[in-house]
């Protein structure tokens, strides 16, 4: 038997998305063949646990301020014992640098090409048209808090990544959120492998730049040894997968019997085709024994029928032919009796139908005709029954719907006229329910605007009344934002909501002042509170323009 090896790429790889990447050795050995998901790649443990400094570079994608950053390591498994790695998931451990929690959303986890020592796609920011595969994890991954902003995540992917033994892939994990605080990946003690990298748009850092602290990302690779497809389409060959290499051996196609002819065919694989033991002699029976091959016994023609003449022939074989037992009249039934011969026997033409008429003519046998049932009334149902004969049922009119009058008429039938809705009130909505009949809805008022009160006038309708929020302090500016009242205070004398060149005017118009009387609007315009408007409070603010405190 000749063993056919063909060398071939351990199957296709897809891209897997996660803003955070780990490097270092690998591990997987303990997850054999056909087992449930297990750690096959410890970023962590092997690079000595959690680094002390509490490193953790940005891996984040924020809409409020907004900018992305991310982080990314390497990883390379070792051989599988089935040719390949089914990657299900991962375990990654992430800090908050200023409060926390925060408010993830979801988290964006990446799987990168090796290009070099570093991830494709790189530039200002990467380009995830090159990532292999790209998940989005809706929720916060199940995170665990360690204590002091330092968190534990784990995400099962929807769709498994299969990675080559031996090849260099990158994983980012990204958190989706919105600033403050912010999200970084936490480092290990030490460092194997590439080394991680980053880029943060905001800092023009582009992708990918090394990071320097000596650790690793930390996370872990959840997986098992998956199968490579070794089928070369050929059914004749039995595929398998050695040492990461196909093999292709020859089946044998052989069932022990001499009543066929072995083959094999690519697309259907072992054939076994019976042999022909005709003889082409119609009087004897040819068989065929699995050990000795075919056989041609004599075929006896008496098949002890008295309805038949039994002869054989040749080329035919055994023939049976009919006696004719034809009275050429129809209303009899003609039919031969393998022991008595031919028989006739008188037509039955009575069907047991009521609706029907029944006779027999001797040429043309039973005669059926209908019988009419109609009554002239549009209003009855007219129909037959087999046993009782012509029935007159009632029409039901009755279509089913409350919103309709139903009648009939005994010449056009059915008729249907619909019910007419409305309670007079403008504060509901009229309408008619097939199954109730008339309904009113009350009617939805509300303008969408938490800054008006809604109310309905049954005469008139819907009606939107503006929310009062003065406060009676001539010093601030009086607002509705989202429902709720707003009173800007000084030195926002104009209530935009900054201090810019308007509140500068203002303040220029009341320098000069000996006093400040209360009723005065200059009043406001006194913020270092000495009873005038002058300088002093025009560099006061300066200074909040400036950022600065007096």
């Excluded at 900018?67 to 390591?73: V, Y």
């Excluded at 920011?125 to 968190?151: D, F, H, I, M, Q």
């Excluded at 009554?375 to 049922?393: I, K, M, Q, S, V």
């Excluded at 009341?510 to 409070?537: H, K, M, Q, Y």
């Amino acid at each position: 038997m000749t063993r056919r090896v063909i060398g071939r790429t351990c199957g296709a790889i897809t891209v897997l998305s996660i803003l955070l990447a780990g490097g270092g050795p690998t591990r997987g050995a303990d997850a054999a063949a056909g087992s449930e998901p297990s750690v096959i790649f410890d970023n962590t443990g092997v690079n000595g646990g959690l680094s002390a400094s509490g490193a953790s570079p940005g891996s984040q994608s924020d809409t409020f301020v907004p900018f992305e950053s991310g982080a990314a390591d390497d990883f390379t498994l070792p051989d599988s014992p089935l040719c390949r790695w089914s990657v299900t998931g991962v375990r990654w451990t992430g800090v908050y640098w200023d409060t926390w929690p925060g408010n993830i959303s979801a988290f964006r986890i990446i799987v990168w090409p090796d290009d070099g020592g570093a991830p494709a796609g790189g530039g200002a920011t990467p380009n995830l048209a090159e990532a292999l595969k790209s998940y989005l994890v809706a929720g916060n991954a199940g995170e665990t808090s360690r204590g002091a902003g330092v968190y534990d995540y784990e995400a099962q992917f929807p769709e498994a990544f299969e990675a080559l033994p031996g090849v260099r892939y990158w994983i980012e994990v990204q958190a989706v959120m919105d600033y403050p605080p912010q999200w970084g990946w936490h480092v290990t003690a030490n460092r194997q492998g590439a080394g991680p990298v980053e880029y943060f748009d905001m800092l023009r850092t582009p992708a990918w730049t090394p990071i320097a602290d000596p650790g690793d990302l930390a996370f872990a690779l959840l997986g098992s040894p998956a199968d490579l497809a070794c089928d070369d389409g050929d059914a004749c060959t039995t595929d398998s997968c050695v040492a990461g290499q196909c093999v292709f051996e020859p089946v044998t196609c052989d069932d022990g019997s001499a009543c066929t002819e072995d083959s094999c065919s690519p697309e259907q694989g072992c054939m076994f085709t019976a042999i022909s033991c005709d003889d082409d002699d119609g009087c004897t029976a040819d068989a065929c024994d699995a050990v000795t091959g075919c056989t041609h016994d004599s075929v006896p023609c008496d098949d002890g029928d008295a309805c038949t003449e039994d002869s054989c022939s040749p080329q035919e074989g055994c023939v049976f032919s009919p006696i004719g037992c034809d009275d050429a009249d129809a209303c009899t039934t003609d039919a031969c009796d393998p022991v008595r011969g031919c028989t006739h026997e008188a037509v039955q033409c009575d069907d047991g139908n009521a609706c029907t008429t029944n006779t027999c003519d001797a040429a043309n046998g039973c005669v059926t005709q209908d019988v009419s049932c109609d009554d002239g009334d549009a209003c009855t149902t007219d129909r037959c029954d087999p046993a009782a004969g012509c029935l007159h049922e009632p029409l039901s009119c009755d279509d089913g719907n409350a919103c309709t009058t139903d009648t009939c008429d005994p010449a056009s039938g059915c008729t249907t006229q619909e019910v007419f809705c409305d309670d007079g009130d403008a504060c509901t909505a009229d309408a008619c329910d097939p199954q109730m009949g008339c309904t009113s809805t009350a009617a939805d008022c509300d303008d969408q605007d938490a800054c008006t009160v809604d109310t309905c006038d049954p005469a008139g309708g819907c009606v939107s009344t503006p929310m009062d929020c003065g406060d009676g302090d001539a010093c601030t500016v009086d607002l509705c934002v989202d429902g709720e009242c707003v009173h800007v205070p000084p030195p926002d004398f104009d209530g935009d909501g900054m201090v810019g060149p308007a509140d500068f005017a203002f303040v220029a118009t009341c320098i000069g002042g000996p006093t400040v009387a209360a009723e005065s609007a200059c009043s406001c315009a006194d913020l270092n509170g000495d009873g005038r408007v002058d300088l002093g409070d025009y560099a006061v603010l300066q200074m909040r323009y400036s950022g600065n405190k007096p």
